[in-house]
């Protein structure tokens, strides 16, 4: 059980932590540059406005909280940062957002595509997600991502992600450590598989992405940790025998995927998952789900580069994941995300 000690610790880093994430998103967005895409009086209206997004900030952390509190999962694993670290990677961040700002402006997100040679990855994929420097393909992109991540979200993308090892812990209470395999597919630099290794030492992880440079950040940040497996490809086309993991974890890759990937994919996890084995699926929220948030998400695509957002969330996930053979068991919402499960029949 978490002492009063634990408590004033968190709440004192997460305070810190907006301040810090949630300033740097306020500097980030000059307020001398015109919106990329002009706002509607009518859209503006409709958008949660700052008081609210903030509150709703609070509530997740207060969720977080009361998660570790019940012994759910651990206090986070980078809740005392490195100042020196940290005010590194913010120069990095700043110094690189004058050509994520230049690609905004022009609306240039293939630049990538003019640097790849074809045939290596699918075409989708080369793009400049989020208009940012080298797409996911190069070691500078993997260093700066979670930053620009957290400042995206203003500090909370680290609690949300945190989110998914609530059912993680319920499966795992269930079935025991021992023995299970998961599999984080679409894994960037390893941030969630960082938290699950501080919880379940011992479990056995395998990190799944596209990127080679993503997986090289990945190897880095699980480095303290034994049990950990690696791979760079495809997740339409994982080269793991069928049926060889208990749990697969997906967090915030569907909404970066067409319609085909997003049904390839549904389909190799179910392949992938044993008899009964879980999907644990973290990402935006979709349309409905929180009726306020819905301009929001209409909003969110333009000037930010994700071009099948749209689509994602008018998605029918339980459709989606259920003609692949997987049953949807439950379902939470946490600030700008959800996480829901999936059970293969
Ligand atoms: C928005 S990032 C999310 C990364 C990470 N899961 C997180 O929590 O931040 C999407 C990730 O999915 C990867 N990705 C996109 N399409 C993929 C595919 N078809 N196969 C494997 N990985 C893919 C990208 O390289 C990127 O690292």
Known sequence: ??????????????????????????????PAAPPPVPIAEETRAALPDR????????????RDWRNIAAGLYRLPVDLIPHPLAEWRRSRRFFADLESVEARRRAN???EILRQVPPGRYPRYYLQNFHFQTDGYLSRHSAELYDHQVEVLFGGGADAMRRQALVPLQRELARRGVRGA???????????????VKSNYPTLDV???????????????????WSRTNFIAAAAEDIPSPDASFDIICTIYLYHELPAKPRRRIAGE?????????????????????EPDYDALLDRFPHGFHEPYYAS???TDLAALFGKAGLAAESRELAYFSKVATFRKT
């Open 1 to 30: 059980m978490a002492s009063a000690l634990q408590r004033l610790a968190y709440g004192a880093a997460q305070g810190l932590r907006v301040s810090w994430y949630y300033g740097q998103k306020l500097v980030a967005a000059s």
């Open 51 to 62: 008081a609210r997004l903030l509150r709703d900030l609070g509530l997740l952390f207060e």
């Open 108 to 110: 240039d997100n293939s």
């Open 181 to 195: 395999r998961l599999l984080d597919i679409g894994c960037g630099t390893g941030r969630f598989l960082r938290e």
């Open 206 to 224: 395998t990190a799944l992405d596209l990127s080679p440079f993503y997986i090289a950040e990945a190897r880095r940040n699980l480095a303290p």
């Open 269 to 289: 996890i179910a392949r992938l998952l044993k008899p009964g084995g879980l999907l644990i699926f973290l990402d935006s929220l979709q349309h409905g789900d």
């Open 312 to 314: 994602y969330v008018r």
